[in-house]
């Protein structure tokens, strides 16, 4: 655990054996495609103490295979035909340039001060902790070797030199060096969206993503699709991601795999 | 992006030294002025690294003591500056190791532009200077803060940066780096000082990160972020209050009040008020140490009375946002033609004018040359014992040749030390003066009976004995008594861990009572509700952190502290939490018992401090009688 102590509640001396506990349950339940030892060390990495960890909420086994999305805190509909792979959203929509999405957690009150702390408060000190619960997530999710590098989303220039930082990136940078993949900054954001909390429904939301972004990324003609993944702090209606992906593909002959990992779903 | 200039003026005056972000403004001014000669040295869009250059060339100005420059000299100040730049580069890149990708430009600094920077002209109309000065009076406030405030006041500047500029150069506000910058040398090492001008804190609280809205190394302050960035290439604007509001002279300050004063809080009340009239005398500081059950709110109105009668602003500093609330109707009551705000961290009115304004000491940085008479609540309560920061922010809140009064029943050591005067008796016993110059002590309940002494027992292994479960027979004795005689009972702990394991072994020890417990802690859900049922009786025995040891009185309470020899108890926490017994004059008697597992230094300092007030209160009636 850090100097600073527990990145959520601030407290310094956590009780020792039962952190652990909590950490050997969480590497047990989350390392399938990885072993458990390097789980646990990624687990024990994490700068919380030994409640915040337990309160942690992980999105289970059981999820929808295109969005991520956890079936568990579904609504009831949702539930009924909970043996179908993909959930009512993804297939409304249908196909699309974004192979699939994967959240570590799921949006709630655990999460939701500690991103705002980072995002709008600008804690930058906070990028080392969600660096950490990306690297962990790709683990779980991804094997490794699997992406040829990562693609954090990009802020308007407006936005960027208001705020003064991107939140992405910072966590992007966290994540490559962990796990030795590059990031590739070759995507803008060409369009000024409203803030998210300030746009009202699913139409209006994806209608103002439409042609937001802009790739200037490698040749047009590489020999192999290139693997890349996009990375963003959360999962909404994945307008944003799907934006992204479809100017990602958009002058490429041969079209690149694209997935992308969030760290609230 | 804003670029900030560097140029000097030479003129009749000693030359100085000059950052602005708009050169066309100054040009005017200056020619307005006295027709000075203006040199640039150079431009650099990081705030910080300008005025860090600018000291330096104050350093070098001052050093060179010359009223003229000719080339030789300005070639010299520009490599002063280059110099400057160079070694921060140097450094700044050494201390943010985090980017591998080499050195690396971090500050960028441009010599000789061109001086047609292609600003609007400096057209900004009086009305609007005066406007946004009459809203911005009295305040520090970052950049975004002050356009949201002047947004919220319904003024739209188009041209904010000149405006604010030509306030500057009149000596109305200040314009600084929210990040201060600067290379210190030494033999050894040389290293990247970086303070916060809004909160003081020093380089382990400053974070360096690269900022995409400067383009340069920046650093942020994590101290104060829970109120805005302050960064290296934020503006923080201070703007002094200059005359009073003069609206409504006079009539504030009535006062409808109709309780009484004892002959002892009239004194020291009004000894507080001499301290804020008298114009001549050099002290700004004063202390007003009344202990616990003293009734220091009430000592403070005609001290708030006389700051209102001259058309002044008042503002009350007190650690939570609790007592905020619980005051700000209390004091709207006693003051009804005064504008009195409640200014915490989510309240509406905090922008509002007023004519007094309790506030939580946070929230005071906000404030500049503000108020006449400020006065700090609780001084030895946790946000500012041994806090720099609140201090220097409560200090900045006070009006050049204001007035700074600390209230307190336990005043830390080195206010006392400043403050109290000590005065020696025959025997060579020191004890505390009642009064000087700058304190006004004042021992004694208002309703007239002693303070209770504490009991301090000594239980070795104490807490094997808790966790096995086994009676501590003074305790179980003193909570027994306490309960069966229909009393109510604070039971303080050190920890949060230890409010569960203490309620369960009360439980098992007193069953009789067991329904009638409850335990409460900073973070608990349920803290208020509980406290209430305190309140109501319906609890009859509360096991607590530190948290109620103020602000909570209880009618007919005892108290008894386990554990009384860890650190969180110190002297001043154990004396205000004896000081919860007794407070009311139906019930002036009540038992304190302070459980220790080790022979500690703070209880009996308690103790003694305790009995020495007692004393002093003693000697203050024998004298009153036998005048």
């Known amino acids: ?265 | 992006m804003r670029e900030y200039l560097l140029y000097v003026k030479v003129g009749r005056e000693p030359i100085q030294a000059y950052v602005t972000p708009c050169f066309r403004v100054d040009q005017h001014f200056w020619q307005e002025k006295e027709g000075s000669q203006l040199y640039v040295i150079g431009r650099t869009p990081s705030l910080a690294m300008a005025f860090s250059l600018r000291e330096r060339l104050h350093q070098y100005l001052q050093e060179r003591q010359a009223s003229t420059v000719n080339e030789q000299a300005l070639a010299g100040m520009r490599q002063i500056a280059l110099t400057g730049v160079r070694e921060s580069n140097a450094l700044y890149g050494h201390t943010f190791s985090d980017d591998q990708s080499g050195p690396r430009e971090w500050f960028a600094w441009r010599e000789r532009v061109d001086e047609q920077d292609g600003g609007s002209s400096p057209l900004s109309n009086r009305g609007d200077i005066e406007q946004v000065k009459e809203v911005l009076a009295g305040r520090a406030l970052l950049w975004e803060e002050m356009e949201r405030l002047l947004q919220t006041h319904g003024i739209a500047v188009p041209d904010l940066p000149q405006l604010l500029q030509r306030l500057v150069l009149s000596g109305d506000a200040q314009w600084l780096p929210g990040v201060r910058l600067q290379v210190r040398k030494s033999w050894l090492r040389h290293s990247l000082e970086l303070e916060c001008t809004r909160c003081g804190s020093g380089k382990e609280k400053i974070e360096l990160t690269t900022c995409h809205t400067c383009g340069q190394g920046c650093a942020y302050c994590t101290e104060c972020i829970g109120m805005g960035r302050s960064k290296c290439c934020t503006p923080f604007l201070c703007v002094p209050a200059k005359r009073a509001p003069s609206s409504h002279t006079g009539h504030a300050g009535r006062l409808a009040w109709s309780g009484r004063y004892s002959r002892d809080q009239e004194v020291a009340a009004d000894r507080a008020r001499q301290f804020v009239l008298n114009h001549w005398g050099r002290n700004v500081e004063f202390l007003i140490w009344a202990v616990c059950g003293a009734g220091k709110t009430e000592l403070l109105f005609p001290s708030v009375v006389a700051a209102l009668e001259q058309g002044e602003r008042v503002l009350i500093a007190t650690p939570r946002k609790d007592v905020v609330l619980e005051l700000a109707p209390r004091i709207q009551r006693v003051f009804p033609e005064a504008r009195v705000i409640a200014v915490h961290g989510s309240s509406k009115e905090k922008w509002e004018e007023c004519d007094i304004a309790i506030a939580t000491t946070h929230q005071v940085m906000r404030f500049y040359q503000r108020f006449f008479l400020v006065v700090l609540d609780e001084v030895d309560a946790f946000p500012y014992h041994q806090n720099p920061v609140l201090y220097r922010a409560v200090a900045r809140a006070v009006k050049t040749g204001g007035r700074l009064l600390y209230l307190s029943a336990t005043p830390p050591r080195y206010l006392q030390k400043r403050l109290v005067a000590k005065k020696k008796s025959l025997l060579g016993r020191s004890s505390y003066a009642l009064y000087s110059s700058s304190h006004v002590l004042l021992p004694g309940r208002y309703h007239g009976h002693a303070l209770p002494v504490p009991q301090i027992c000594t239980v070795s292994g104490l807490d094997k004995l808790l966790a096995a479960g086994r009676v501590i027979t003074p305790l179980h004795d003193m909570l027994k008594a306490s309960l069966d005689a229909g009393r109510q009972v604070f039971v303080f702990v050190p920890r949060v861990e230890e409010v569960p394991r203490m309620l369960g072994y009360l439980q098992v020890m007193l069953p009789d009572y067991r329904e009638g417990m409850a335990g409460v802690h900073a973070s608990d859900p349920a803290r208020e509700e509980k406290v209430m049922a305190f309140r109501e009786k319906a609890v009859k025995l509360m096991v607590t952190t530190t948290i109620l040891e103020r602000g909570v009185t209880i009618p007919g309470s005892d108290v008894a502290v386990v554990g009384a020899q860890a650190p969180v108890f110190d002297e001043a926490s154990l004396v205000q939490i004896a000081g919860r017994v007794g407070r009311s004059p139906d019930d002036p008697k009540g038992t304190v018992l302070f459980v220790q597992s080790y022979r500690a230094a703070a209880p009996q300092a308690a103790v003694r401090q305790i009995t020495q007030m007692n004393q002093l209160a003693k000697q203050l009636r024998d004298r009153r009688e036998m005048a």
């Open chain 1, 1 to 265: 655990m850090s100097q600073r102590g527990c990145v959520r509640c601030g407290i310094r001396v956590a009780a020792r054996n039962q952190r652990e506990a909590v950490v050997r349950s969480w590497a047990v339940r989350l390392s399938g495609r990885t072993s458990y030892a390097h789980m646990y060390r990624l687990v024990d990495q994490l700068p919380l103490c030994a409640g915040c960890l337990e309160e942690m909420p992980v999105i289970g086994e059981r999820i929808c295979e295109q969005c991520g999305r956890s079936w568990e805190h579904q609504g009831q509909q949702n539930l009924l035909e909970s043996r179908a792979l993909r959930c009512r959203d993804c297939r409304s929509i249908g196909e699309s340039a974004l192979g699939g999405n994967r959240g570590l957690l799921r949006y709630d009150d655990w999460g939701k001060d500690l991103l705002g702390l980072y995002k709008y408060r600008g804690d930058e000190r906070l990028a080392d902790f969600f660096g950490k619960l990306l690297t962990l997530a790709i683990y779980r999710y991804f094997r490794s070797g699997q992406f040829d590098y990562l693609v954090a989303v990009p802020l308007h220039a407006k936005r960027l030199s208001e705020r003064g930082f991107n939140q992405m990136e910072r966590v992007a940078g966290q994540l490559s060096r962990a796990i030795g993949v590059p990031v590739q900054d070759a995507l803008t954001r060409t369009k000024e969206t409203a803030k998210l909390s300030q746009q009202t429904g699913r139409e209006v939301r994806i209608h103002s993503m439409q042609d937001a972004f802009a790739w200037k990324g490698e040749a047009a003609h590489p020999k192999k699709p290139s693997r890349i993944l996009l990375l963003d702090d959360i999962y909404t209606t994945g307008s944003t991601l799907r934006a992204c992906a479809q100017a990602i593909h958009k002058d490429e002959t041969v079209k690149s795999h694209i997935w992308s990992l969030t760290i609230f779903r």
